[in-house]
């Protein structure tokens, strides 16, 4: 009976449940309402949700208090099928509302209520006229080359823009003439005609037919080394997936996924590759969504939230850098874009191609347990050999900006030698901390519990956690005295001091502070082209790029990694070490690489200098398992913060009797805290947590199902802002 058929809606809220609505006046509800959008009044407010289910409620039930739905948006259901699937079983795992993990997988735009985006391509084409008339044109004028082009029909805008330059003149030259028009079709078909690629080697060859032979889901990780050729091994596997006429997606970490990156693709595949980050507006998002949707965009490449794209046609997934921390979503829902690629290609029955140099220690335990194909790629491919690593001790050594000179000797031969330098040192800014040399004060965030990172060259404070800025004091505030200095080394200093000691040779630095405009990145590597020169550097270097004239990487200090707190430290401190060696060398100019630190007898360094990623990756799982920590424990970390530090307390403590009334006795679970974040103050609010344990998934879930529900009632939660991080990576 139709009238007595409800909508049951999630919407975009911080709240657990779905909201009961009558059909829009006039309309009738089905079934196969669910997964379209929907428009509600709420309290005061009009909000856009989903349609997560069709519910019968009976006849006398209190259907009158009910309100009507405003709107049913879309014909069709934007979320269906796997999708939506596969988002029901994300807010499950992450115990998030559904209303959220639906607003979070679709874009602004759409998440706004805004119809779904036309994907339409344009094309110009000749009128009659323009046909009849293109021999009146004055020949050799722009408007007579492109009545020319269109002669043999109408050509996509893309490709005028490869064959003509300045053609949209031209074309509104033509138009005002009623010569030419502009004319929608279904999707852009232009794609320049692919190029070939090297011969694989046997281990690429190898690597691609195990792909090939995969039937339906298979999870493989292509281990292979930097610059091994990983990525014409995707090529590969993304062309057999067209070629079987399936839709192809590819993850690529944060500040992988530059113009170079994408041009490769374009250039090789031969199909219109469409491109989904944060770069582009909202309306390019949402276009690329629609595509997806519809089936037209049949290669993907984007970051993190590219992972939320429809795949009617699904054939392959790809997660480049399977490794890369910007995987993993730190605000709102905080999803793991690898994991959930996994969760997709198992619903979808497609391969996951998990791909790094570097593989994460989750992913390595799941390869060696048989749980995933392990593909290897051993040798560089091509003529690139492995570079050689040279550890230096500067104990005792007088440094300036943090380089012995053994290593600015290192960096004269190269330069003289006519080759790049990359000097690695991961910290932005001038100086980590402004010190008075008087009396020991030092310039501290007032709304964090975090040193002020020096900037300009000393003039400027600022901090990298909140962004709050200041000008540098001229004297110190506790004592009066002008002995201020900045203290330790950041790019900007680093930079000076190699101009300065380099003067003939170009040094360019690049770090989030000289690459926020688009295309900044690429500006700066074009403009050091192939001279002999510096490229100072922070982790926005480390991946992605080639740099094919690199002959010396100087990472100039890496001790602060060493003796960090986060069991995760090391493993990021490796994954790093190695990335940015494998910068060098990576054509067939061989490469070095020099190592400062202060700690040369470290274990960490020894293990990964003599035997490698493996050979470290062997020892930290052995002690992961020893301490109990991931991936043979899974956790989950409940944060929480408020500007009194009370609050937070009090909540955390009534969250950990909610989620474990009776002490822990003989449970899988374990609970630690509440205790203090590890930067205890952020912006001004004071921040604590408590951590669940439990070498059992399951076992963690399931408690987690039930205590989630009562957090949202506790009264002690209405004080603060909480999150539930399953998985965390940072146990910040
Ligand atoms: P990775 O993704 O593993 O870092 P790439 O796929 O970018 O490696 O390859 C590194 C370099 O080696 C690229 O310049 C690429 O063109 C080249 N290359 C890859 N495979 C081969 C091959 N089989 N023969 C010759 N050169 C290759
Ligand atoms: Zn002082
Ligand atoms: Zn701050």
Redesign the pocket.
């Known amino acids: 009976m139709p009238a007595s058929l409800r909508l049951r809606v999630v919407l975009p809220l911080p709240l657990p449940q779905a909201f009961d609505y009558l059909p829009p006046h006039g309309e009738t509800a089905s079934a196969s309402d669910v997964g379209r959008r929907v428009r509600v009044p709420f309290g005061p407010r009009e909000l856009t949700g989903f349609v997560a289910e069709v519910a019968t409620v009976p006849d006398d039930g209190p259907a009158g208090e009910l309100r009507h739905a405003l709107a049913l948006l879309d014909d069709a259901p934007l979320l269906a099928g796997e999708l939506l699937e596969s988002l029901r079983w994300l807010a499950r795992y992450t115990h998030a509302p559904p209303g959220e993990v639906f607003a979070t997988a679709i874009p602004a735009p759409l998440r706004r209520g805004e119809p779904l985006p036309d994907t339409h391509a344009w094309a110009w084409t000749l009128t009659p006229e323009g046909r009849g008339g293109i021999g009146k044109l004055r020949s050799g004028t722009r408007p007579r080359r492109l009545a020319e082009l269109l002669r043999d029909g109408p050509r996509d805008e893309d490709a005028l823009a490869t064959l003509l330059d300045d053609w949209r003149g031209a074309a509104r030259a033509l138009a005002r003439r009623g010569l030419a028009e502009r004319v929608a079709i279904p999707a852009s078909r232009f794609a320049p005609e692919p190029q070939p ?5 046997d281990e ?1 060859q190898a690597a691609v037919d195990a792909i090939r032979a995969t039937d339906g889901f298979a999870a493989l990780l292509l281990d ?12 590969h596997a993304i062309a057999d997936c067209l070629a079987r006429g399936r839709q192809a997606l590819v993850l690529v970490p944060e500040i992988g996924l530059t113009p170079q990156t994408l041009a ?1 693709f374009r250039a090789r595949l031969g199909v219109p590759v469409h491109a989904l980050h944060s770069g582009l507006s909202d309306g390019e998002r949402a276009r690329t969504w629609a595509a997806c949707l519809r089936g037209e965009a049949r290669v993907v490449v984007g970051t993190r939230s590219a992972v939320f794209v429809p795949l009617p046609d699904a054939g392959l997934i790809v997660v ?1 850098e399977e490794h890369d921390a910007s995987y993993k979503q730190q605000d709102g829902i905080r999803y793991h874009a690898r994991d959930f690629a996994l969760v997709r290609g198992k619903a979808l029955g497609v391969p996951v191609l998990l ?1 790094s ?1 570097t593989p994460s220690l989750e992913t390595l335990h799941n390869a060696r347990g048989g749980r995933y194909a392990h593909l290897r ?1 051993q040798r ?5 050999r492995p570079p050689a690593v040279r550890v230096t001790d500067v104990r005792k050594r007088p440094l300036d900006a943090g380089l012995a000179p053994e290593t600015l000797a290192a960096i004269g031969a190269a330069l003289d030698a006519g080759g790049q330098v990359l000097a690695f040192k991961n910290r932005r800014g001038y100086a980590p901390v402004l010190l008075c040399h008087d009396c020991g004060w030092s310039a501290h965030c007032r709304r964090c519990d975090a040193s002020m990172t020096v900037h300009a060259g000393g003039r400027r404070l600022q901090c990298h956690h909140c962004g709050y800025r200041q000008p540098a004091p001229p004297a110190c505030p506790d004592c009066g005295g002008l002995a201020l200095q900045p203290q330790g080394v950041g790019s900007e200093r680093l930079e000076e001091v190699l101009a300065e000691r380099f003067p003939g040779f170009p040094v360019v630095r690049i770090d989030r502070g000289t690459t926020q405009r688009k295309g900044a990145m690429e500006k700066h590597l074009d403009a050091l082209g192939e001279r002999a020169g510096i490229l100072v550097g922070t982790q926005i270097l480390a991946k992605g790029h ?1 740099l ?1 004239h690199l002959t010396l990487v100087v990472v100039v200090g890496v001790d602060e990694g060493l003796f960090s707190a986060d069991f995760r430290a090391g493993e990021k401190l490796a994954q790093q070490l190695i990335q940015v060696a ?1 910068r060098a060398g ?2 067939s100019k061989p490469g070095e690489v020099w190592l400062q630190t202060h700690h040369p007898g470290h274990p960490l360094l020894n293990t990964l200098i003599a035997g490698g990623y493996h050979a470290f990756a062997d020892g930290e799982l052995a002690q992961r398992e020893a301490a109990g920590f991931p991936p043979f424990a899974h956790l989950a970390l409940l944060r929480a913060e408020a500007q009194h530090v009370e609050a937070v307390h009090c909540f955390l403590q009534a969250a950990r009797s909610t989620i474990a009334p009776q002490p822990s006795n003989g449970s899988d679970l374990e609970l630690h805290g509440p205790m203090p974040a590890p930067m205890p103050r952020r912006a001004g609010f004071q921040r604590m947590q408590l951590l669940l344990s439990s070498p059992n998934r399951r076992a963690l879930h399931g408690t987690l199902d039930r205590a989630v529900l009562q957090l949202y009632e506790l009264p002690e939660a209405r004080k603060v802002r909480w999150s539930l991080d399953i998985d965390p990576v940072d146990l910040y």
Do not use: F, M, W
């Open positions: 690629g090297p011969a694989l080697n690429q292979g080394v930097t610059g091994s050729g990983k990525t014409e091994v995707y090529l490769r480049d791909g140099a790629l560089r491919a091509g003529a690139a080639d094919p494998g990576r054509a």
